[in-house]
């Protein structure tokens, strides 16, 4: 096989413009994510009435429906009864969705974690509700909850590839336009990889050597 | 502990890239083993086509999930001919940007999905000789305002991945901006719910969309001036397209082809349309 490395050349600042594009979309739903699953925690933490209910809704559906099918939904169902979305509000609409379900599980196996004792002692202590999420618990279940968290990140970044269904420029969508207008497919699935795995390789180092740091205490490294 | 990690990291990029040339050198040497020749369908005593699923009247489905149209009752044809019963097909739905990926892979035999020639795609699979003639226009809302394909600058035009009118206006139109999506469905539903301005594609497609949906009108230029349709094999499998463009002329002479349109096209294209303006019978480009 003759990979045509010319053609790979010229189009790398492309896969660089669409690798930005792909991170940012990535970056942003995990904030949009994190906001939306440190309120949720804090509505089944406090038992909130109702807001509980719907939380848990919501967690539910995030976590057994495919992300394509929630983006095909809101891209091609709403218009249908009058809603028109831009692309970019579709894709971080339903990357938040399913960010949000996810990390709010991983958030709440980090609360289940931490020990029934700490939190009797804190209201032993006469620490108010409120103080003993605050400085007792979420400082515990976070620690707890980081690999799983940053697992959930990767996750969320890779999932990233599906919103080129919906005419988002990132990378697989940049990959298949140019193999549909040149027909180089092995060189352009190759560039797409080998961008991935810039993006990837140290990303999973720099979180494997943060995981590491907070778990000092623990492990006794 | 670090430069164990590290190793870890370096070790799993070349595993990668192990893997991707791996992939490359098999799908190369399917080459040789010449994977859609004649012998190797009728010992499998399947042709294997890849066809559209979503294009009527060439290539779609009917409720039951049958694929009939145009280009799918031709394969049918083709695998009565060949291998003796029309069933001895194997219908693999493709999308416009996977018609040339899928013959270089060997996943099928023949592409039948409406494929128009193009110098670019001669370099990639060898076209046997062509079954039909199509153009690619422009249909646009007629809310839009556009009346010429200058009026097009700066309008947001939706095409499908892969496509002639995709090609061609990537390369020719960089003024005009394109939101491209990899289903023919999906640009039409794009289209209708007004996420761009216009859909270039070719334009018996259109035309037979448009009868069903009112409110959009064909710009009357062409963006490029009529090209073959044609089957196409895989680069080098000269035996299939040479069987394939015999079959068409004995086709020809029992006007098989016209007798598909009737069933078909005519509705799609309006009865005052010249079969022959379409079809392409004696195989001359």
Redesign the interface.
């Known amino acids: 096989m003759q990979l045509d490395t010319d053609f790979m050349t010229r189009h790398i600042p492309d896969f660089v413009h669409a690798a930005g594009l792909s991170l940012s979309i990535g970056g942003i739903a995990i904030l949009l994510s994190l906001s939306v699953a440190c309120i949720y925690s804090a509505i089944l933490f406090f038992q909130v009435p109702i807001l509980k209910g719907f939380v848990r809704a919501h967690v539910e559906v995030a976590r057994n429906t495919p992300l394509l099918i929630q983006l095909f939904f809101l891209y091609y169902g709403l218009p249908s009864i009058g809603i028109k979305l831009s692309s970019m509000t579709v894709v971080f609409i339903a990357m938040t969705f399913l960010g949000g379900g996810y990390f709010t599980e991983v958030f709440r196996s980090g609360l289940d974690a931490v020990t029934k004792t700490q939190a009797e002692s804190g209201l032993a202590l006469g620490l108010s509700r409120m103080q003993l999420f605050r400085y007792v618990i979420m400082p515990q279940a976070f620690r707890i909850s980081i690999p799983a968290l940053f697992a959930n990140f990767i996750f969320l970044l890779k999932e990233t590839t599906i919103v080129s269904a919906v005419a988002v420029p990132e990378l697989l969508y940049t990959t298949t336009s140019y193999i549909s207008l040149y027909y180089k497919t092995y060189e352009m699935l190759l560039m797409m990889t080998i961008c991935y795995l810039i993006i990837f390789l140290p990303l999973s180092f720099l979180l494997s050597c943060i995981e590491r740091r907070y778990q000092y205490g623990t492990h006794g490294h | 502990m670090k430069k164990k990690?590290?190793g870890t990291?370096i070790l799993?990029?070349l595993l990668?890239i192990g893997v991707?040339?791996g992939?490359?050198?098999s799908?190369?040497g399917g080459n040789k083993s010449a994977a859609g020749s004649l012998d190797a369908i009728k010992k499998r005593g399947k042709l294997i086509v890849g066809v559209f699923s979503d294009k009527p009247p060439f290539g779609f489905t009917d409720e039951k999930g049958n694929y009939i149209g145009f280009d799918n009752d031709l394969a049918k044809r083709f695998a009565k001919d060949l291998l003796g019963d029309e069933s001895k097909v194997e219908f693999v739905p493709v999308e416009?940007?996977s018609r040339?990926?899928y013959l270089?892979?060997d996943k099928v035999d023949l592409i039948l999905a409406n494929m128009t020639v193009t110098d670019?795609?001669k370099?990639?699979v060898d076209f046997t000789n062509p079954t039909m003639k199509v153009a690619t226009q422009v249909l646009v809302s007629d809310k839009s305002g556009i009346k010429t394909l200058d009026d097009l600058k700066g309008k947001k035009i939706i095409v499908t991945?892969?496509t002639t009118a995709?090609?061609y206006l990537?390369?020719h139109r960089k003024d005009v901006e394109l939101?491209?999506?990899?289903k023919n469905t999906?640009s039409l539903?794009?289209l209708?719910?007004?996420?761009g301005d216009g859909y270039a594609q070719d334009n018996f497609i259109l035309i037979s969309w448009a009868k069903d949906n009112p409110g959009f009108h064909l710009i009357d230029e062409k963006l490029e001036k009529e090209a073959p349709i044609a089957p196409a094999v895989k680069k080098g499998n000269t035996e299939l397209r040479d069987w394939v463009n015999k079959e068409l002329q004995t086709l020809g002479k029992e006007h098989y082809l016209i007798e598909l349109y009737n069933k078909y096209v005519k509705d799609a294209l309006g009865a005052d349309t010249d079969p022959y303006e379409v079809i392409t019978e004696d195989g001359k480009i």
């Open positions: 990690k590290l990291l799993s990029a990668l991707l040339a992939c490359g050198n799908a190369d416009p940007a040339i990926p270089q892979s670019a795609r370099e990639q991945k892969g995709d090609i990537t390369e939101i491209k999506y990899d999906e539903q794009a209708k719910d007004g996420r």
